[in-house]
């Protein structure tokens, strides 16, 4: 029922997508080396991130049961430290890293 794929094109594909990786990288460095980035790139570079991390947020809380016990509470509670950690420090990965532990270690015994 299943066919065995042939060496040949196992090397054929990644020797493949080796290059289109290599070539997904290289194009904005040969293409804005001599030149700033236009304004609309400039944009998406400022206000994509913070509005991709916004949405994962709400989609992240969407599963939660806010009726019965622990009340979202070790969700909250991390998405908190989260927050205060990164207006103290001003360090993204220490602010999700400490966060995800926080939520395990809260997760773990609610």
Known sequence: MTEKISPLLVIISVI????????????????FSTSSPPPFLRFIEKYIPPMMISLLTIYSLRDIQIVSFPYGLPTFLSILAVVLLHLKFKNSMLSIFLGTALYMILSHFF
Request: net charge neutral; glycine share 0%.
């Open 16 to 31: 493949l997508s080796f290059f289109i990786i290599f070539a997904e990288r290289f194009f904005p460095f040969a293409l």
